[in-house]
């Protein structure tokens, strides 16, 4: 058997044994596109309290970007676009010495580039899909960069929605959407997905019996498998409730994912938060007058979740400013593993410089 046929064989066993073990199908949700129109990212307004969700600001957008979109039309059918997934990566240890902030080096999980690799079609950008996860159907809108050829490994960015927000709204129109990175990093695949209704609050990221990480692991492999994916470059961020689910992918699955971008997060106990024990890079943005009792995230909360990772990294108690202002990164985290803190006088929002600064983080890797 030559190269090839082995390569093509081993390619299509493992989609089906993953296929198999993941249960789970994605087919496009037919006419289904980003709206023009509609909300803007976190919409609500439900107090946190000490274990419970985060809610929106009521209608923050992102100041360069993030523009909000309609909530677009849903309609069932359509043709199957990929099943299964490839393997997520062996995880392992991290790879590469790296450096320091200049130079944050290498990537953790399994590395490398993804079965869809070898395809000569893919599923369209801009449309959402259903994946079928443990029999309840989660859908995510997907958008790929312009000129897509799937002949290069691209890197993939997550963006996740407030507590009753949509996955359309966090995707936008054109170049504006997704916190306002599809502008700025343009070479990229963006996931966004849609959560489930938390306690009829509203969608949102609960992660009841772990199904919203099962759900994560699912889309990765869903990508690994129709996409060309640098699995060595995937990536989280989210407000509010978006914040809360990136903040539990770096806890659970820093293996699987290279950084997290946190706007008003916080990580909460009582819900599977087994942490890995293993560093995750992150930039973290937060009010100082954000509070639960006005229906955000308090921000002491999001100064317990930075000491989780600061820990875990390994970090020093000083810093250095960064840009954007008024930003630091701490000194001494481990090597490729950094950890970025702004600060600024505000309540539950996006601050102006989110977008910036969450796109030049993620660049470095």
């Not at 493992?14 to 073990?21: E, K, R």
């Not at 996409?227 to 770096?250: E, L, M, P, W």
């Not at 481990?334 to 969450?358: L, Q, R």
Request: net charge neutral; aromatic share 8%.
């Amino acid at each position: 058997m030559s190269p090839r046929h082995r390569d093509f064989f081993a390619f299509h066993l493992t989609v089906a044994l993953v296929g198999w073990f993941i249960g789970c199908t994605a087919t496009p949700v037919a006419g289904t596109t980003p709206g023009s129109g509609g909300g803007s990212p976190g919409s609500g307004g439900t107090t946190l309290g000490s274990g419970g969700a985060s809610s929106g600001s009521g209608g923050t957008t992102l100041g360069s970007g993030g523009a909000s979109s309609g909530s677009g039309g849903r309609a069932s059918g359509g043709t199957p676009a990929g099943t299964g997934g490839a393997s997520i990566g062996s995880g392992g240890a991290t790879t590469g010495t790296g450096g320091s902030e200049s130079g944050v080096g290498g990537a953790t999980g399994g590395g490398g580039s993804s079965a869809g690799c070898l395809l000569t079609t893919w599923p369209a950008g801009d449309q959402m899909y259903t994946l079928n996860v443990g029999g309840t159907d989660r859908t995510f809108v997907v958008g790929l960069p312009t000129g897509y050829a799937g002949t290069k490994p691209s890197r993939v960015v997550f963006a996740f929605h407030g507590l009753g927000g949509t996955a359309q709204q966090i995707a936008g129109t054109g170049t504006r959407g997704y916190y306002g990175l599809r502008a700025r990093m343009t070479d990229t695949i963006f996931i966004s997905p849609q959560g489930l209704d938390d306690a009829g609050r509203g969608a949102g990221w609960p992660n009841t019996n772990g199904q919203d990480i099962t759900f994560i692991r699912a889309m990765v492999a869903w990508a690994n498998t129709n996409y060309c994916v640098d699995q060595a470059r995937i990536f989280s961020t989210g407000f509010s409730y978006g914040g809360i689910i990136s903040h539990t992918i770096g806890c659970q699955m820093s293996d699987v994912f290279r950084a997290i971008a946190p706007i008003a997060g916080a990580s909460f106990g009582g819900r599977g938060n087994t942490c890995l024990a293993r560093p995750i890079p992150a930039w973290m943005a937060h009010g100082t007058m954000d509070t639960a009792a006005a229906g955000g995230v308090d921000f002491s909360a999001g100064q317990t979740a930075r000491a989780r990772i600061l820990a875990a990294n390994h970090c020093a108690a000083t810093t250095m400013a960064v840009p954007p202002s008024p930003c630091v990164a701490y000194d001494g985290c481990d090597a490729g593993f950094p950890v970025h803190w702004c600060e600024h006088p505000a309540a539950h929002t996006i601050p102006s410089f989110a977008a910036e600064g969450i796109a030049n983080f993620f660049l470095k890797f």
